[in-house]
């Protein structure tokens, strides 16, 4: 049964810093996998997909990257700002079309 | 822009009630998912549907009921609220276009019953 994790649950860096989110994944036979953003209260955002061929996904600030055989994905935001602090949350596609979540990354970027 | 929209963004409803939460896509996907989201459990997947009249449970389809009569509509329907179901309902859509089986979330429909 595939299990999504991401540690740490919460996280507060300084502005300006460079930041890694990480999210880990059991079953290595995924479709693909998604990064999203969840401010407060809110809806999920979608921020980037890799497709289980591809290596990484590069969005303004943001690339995620994905190791299908280590079964890991990492979110990488360059130059934080306080507008970054959100919950951050990764998804997993299986084979057979389930999407499993991580239960995410709250992100705190200290100004 | 993909855009998935929820009835309400606020509900207080009272324990026996019945209660229908709509979801609305404006993009003609096939794929249409109801979640709930409580802390420290994550998303946890209720029902989706394939197409219309089609749905299939989710993991945790006890107490809930969805219909979806029109591709664009798919609606979660609590027949008779309790207290436990006091929660985060977010709407989604599988889109398989240009940008290959992405997921768009509605803006979720915070529920509580009293």
């Known amino acids: 049964k595939q299990e999504v994790t991401q540690i740490p649950a919460a996280l507060s860096v300084p502005e300006g810093e460079n930041l890694v989110l990480n999210c880990s994944f059991t079953d290595s036979a995924i479709y693909n996998l998604q990064w999203f953003r969840q401010d407060p209260g809110k809806g999920l955002t979608s921020l980037l997909l890799i497709q289980s061929s591809q290596r990484e996904q590069t969005s303004g600030r943001l690339n995620a990257s994905l190791d299908k055989s280590s079964g890991r994905s990492t979110l990488y935001i360059a130059a934080s700002q306080p507008g970054d602090s959100a919950t951050y949350l990764c998804?997993?596609?299986?084979?057979?079309?389930?999407?499993?979540f991580g239960k995410g990354t709250r992100l705190h970027i200290l100004p | 822009d993909v855009k998935v929209t929820q009835s309400s963004r606020y509900l207080v409803k009272r324990t026996g009630e019945k209660v229908f939460l709509e979801c609305v896509q404006d993009?003609?996907?096939?794929?249409m998912f109801w979640y709930r989201q409580d802390p420290g459990l994550g998303l946890r997947l209720i029902y989706f549907?394939?197409?219309?009249?089609?749905?299939e449970k989710g993991d945790i389809p006890e107490g809930y009921s969805v219909s979806r009569e029109k591709k664009e509509r798919f609606s979660l329907i609590l027949e008779s609220a309790s207290t436990n179901q006091t929660s985060m309902y977010l709407c989604?859509?599988?889109?398989?276009?240009?940008?290959?089986?992405?997921?768009?979330f509605g803006p979720g429909t915070r529920l509580t019953v009293l």
């Open positions: 993009m003609d996907h096939e794929n």
């Open positions: 549907s394939y197409d219309v009249k089609m749905k």
């Open positions: 998804a997993v596609k299986n084979r057979d079309d389930k999407i499993i």
């Open positions: 989604a859509i599988h889109h398989t276009g240009t940008s290959e089986n992405e997921q768009f």
